[in-house]
């Protein structure tokens, strides 16, 4: 099991930006595929953004692409989402996720698909 601790978020007026940190502990990070999830009050979590543990194949939600950019530093233990352009409908609480990985190109966008999960952390984007 590997402990996910998100931080970064906060309250940005529309069209900001913001970069959320997701920092990785008790395992072998680089074995670990990760993703972003959120959920806005009343909604089901989405999934916003993935990455393999090599870090050469990021997958994004329709929602988010060409806004929002996924990293990671393995070095660090750390993956990041980088948000521009934020719009009122980003508002949510921001998950990172992780689950073990096999394959250097592989990603995962169903929340199923991971077993650790951070506690979370609060974006809101005033209109």
């Known amino acids: 099991q590997v402990q996910l601790v998100e931080s970064g978020g906060g309250l940005v007026q529309a069209g900001g930006s913001l970069r959320l940190s997701c920092a990785a502990s008790?395992?072998?990070?680089?074995?670990?595929?990760m993703g972003w999830f959120r959920q806005a009050p009343g909604k089901e979590r989405e999934f916003v953004a993935a990455i393999s543990w090599s870090g050469g194949s990021t997958y994004y939600a329709d929602s988010v692409k060409g806004r929002f950019t996924i990293s990671r530093d393995n070095a660090e233990n750390t993956v990041y989402l980088q948000m521009n352009s934020l719009k009122p409908e980003d508002t949510a609480v921001y998950y990172c996720a992780a689950r073990i990985s096999l394959w250097r190109s592989s990603y995962y966008h169903a929340s199923e698909d991971y077993t650790d999960w951070g506690q979370g952390t609060q974006v809101t984007v005033s209109s």
């Open positions: 008790g395992r072998t990070f680089s074995n670990y595929a």
